[in-house]
């Protein structure tokens, strides 16, 4: 059975009773919240906790957060005493804080410089492992703009993913670049599974206003206004969208934006969440990882495709050793405007009957 360790000023502390370890592609930071109760327990196993420590959590040795303690809970009764320790990873500081770099503007300035800028000021590293396109002419934090906020908003204009590592460094890269190494099957390996469908954030036009780049060749009018509309096949009602392009763009860039706009929110409809028995791919493989495409096959969910991990959350407690895996279909971070084509539930769930 695998075992969580919290290590805090040079010192590991194991034991944990109650354990829930959560890694995202969305959320960036990923979290734990580890809890220990013992009848009596000896006084060199209870650890010393302090909120704000620097820590680092680990599945038999192999760290899946580095960061900080943000709640230290000691509690006692007349037969035991309970130690419980929750935290972030070091990512999280990006998430919660403003972004104030000065002068905050970016001119011919690559995606690797303005990251690794803003990052910088919380002591995080940065580590690139995709082509990040090509430079932006400019480049500016909003005001009010969080550390993440302004980091995703240059990721997405250069199609490309900010995630943390788990190790205390912040990862650009492209989404579903690896493969988990089973299948997923109800019956088999599942232990249970739902499926949500919503078309709440679903519309049936999205409409994209962008300024183009301004040219000797253009009329003012041109400039001002650029105007390019996709629509969504599977929403009958009127439902329509406006969005406006964070940056300049020309009618083809704004197209394509459309076309990308429909088809993730398409995907992001439909959401798969599984559990597994233990925190390991195979009983000697590797921990279940976000970020990974997996094959899932289930009659009751009707589905039977690949699917995108992306979240997973650890679990240990009276009940046993769980693994939950959030499944979205691919196309929910496509973060590189498709091709054009016509979209009719583009990168949605392929159910099977």
């Known amino acids: 059975m695998s075992d969580v360790?919290?290590?805090?000023s040079g010192t590991n502390y194991g034991g944990w009773k109650r354990v829930r370890i959560t890694r995202s592609i969305e959320h960036m930071a990923g979290t734990f919240?580890?809890?220990?109760?013992?009848?009596?327990?000896?006084?060199?196993?209870?650890p010393v906790i302090s909120r704000g420590s620097a820590c680092r959590v680990a599945i038999d040795g192999e760290t899946v957060i580095t960061g900080f303690v943000y709640d230290d809970n000691p509690?006692?009764?007349?037969?035991?005493?309970?130690?419980?320790?929750?935290?972030?990873?070091?990512?999280?500081?990006?998430?919660?804080?403003?972004?104030?770099?000065?002068?905050?503007?970016?001119?011919?300035?690559?995606?690797?410089?303005v990251v690794t800028d803003i990052a910088r000021l919380f002591a995080i590293p940065v580590r690139i492992e995709t082509a990040t396109g090509t430079r932006f002419t400019k480049f500016r934090i909003e005001e009010g703009e969080t550390a993440f906020e302004a980091?995703?908003?240059?990721?997405?204009?250069?199609?490309?993913?900010?995630?943390?590592?788990?190790?205390?460094?912040?990862?650009?890269?492209?989404?579903?670049?690896?493969r988990a190494?089973?299948?997923?099957?109800?019956?088999?390996?599942?232990?249970?599974?739902?499926?949500?469908?919503?078309?709440?954030?679903?519309?049936?036009?999205?409409?994209?206003?962008?300024?183009?780049?301004?040219?000797?060749?253009?009329?003012?009018?041109?400039?001002?206004?650029?105007?390019?509309?996709q629509a969504d096949a599977g929403v009958s009602r009127y439902r329509p969208m406006v969005i406006l392009a964070e940056d300049s763009a020309d009618r083809n860039s704004a197209r394509?934006?459309?076309?990308?706009?429909?088809?993730v929110r398409a995907a992001r409809s439909q959401q798969i969440t599984v559990r597994v028995q233990g925190w390991r791919e195979t009983e000697n493989g590797t921990l279940w990882q976000p970020?990974?495409?997996?094959?899932?096959?289930?009659?009751?969910?009707?589905?039977?495709?690949?699917l995108?991990?992306?979240?997973?959350?650890?679990?240990?407690?009276?009940?046993?050793?769980?693994?939950?895996?959030?499944?979205?279909?691919?196309?929910?971070?496509?973060?590189?405007?498709?091709?054009e084509k016509k979209l009719k539930d583009q990168g949605a769930l392929k159910r099977i009957e």
């Open 151 to 178: 980091i995703d908003r240059a990721c997405r204009m250069r199609s490309v993913l900010a995630i943390s590592d788990g190790k205390g460094s912040l990862v650009i890269t492209k989404p579903g670049v690896a």
């Open 33 to 46: 919240d580890l809890q220990l109760s013992d009848r009596y327990p000896a006084e060199g196993s209870i």
């Open 181 to 229: 190494s089973v299948r997923l099957e109800e019956g088999v390996n599942l232990l249970s599974g739902s499926a949500g469908y919503s078309d709440n954030e679903r519309f049936s036009r999205y409409i994209v206003k962008a300024q183009q780049p301004g040219s000797d060749d253009l009329s003012v009018d041109q400039i001002a206004q650029v105007v390019a509309e």
């Open 75 to 113: 509690g006692f009764d007349a037969k035991s005493r309970e130690i419980r320790a929750a935290g972030r990873d070091v990512t999280g500081d990006l998430v919660d804080c403003s972004a104030i770099n000065r002068p905050g503007e970016w001119l011919n300035a690559t995606l690797d410089k």
């Open 308 to 339: 995108l991990i992306s979240q997973v959350i650890n679990t240990k407690d009276q009940s046993g050793t769980v693994t939950e895996l959030t499944l979205l279909p691919p196309a929910a971070f496509d973060i590189e405007p498709p091709k």
């Open 256 to 263: 394509k934006r459309a076309q990308f706009e429909a088809n």
């Open 291 to 306: 970020n990974r495409l997996v094959q899932i096959k289930s009659a009751t969910l009707k589905v039977d495709q690949d």
């Open 5 to 8: 360790t919290l290590s805090l």
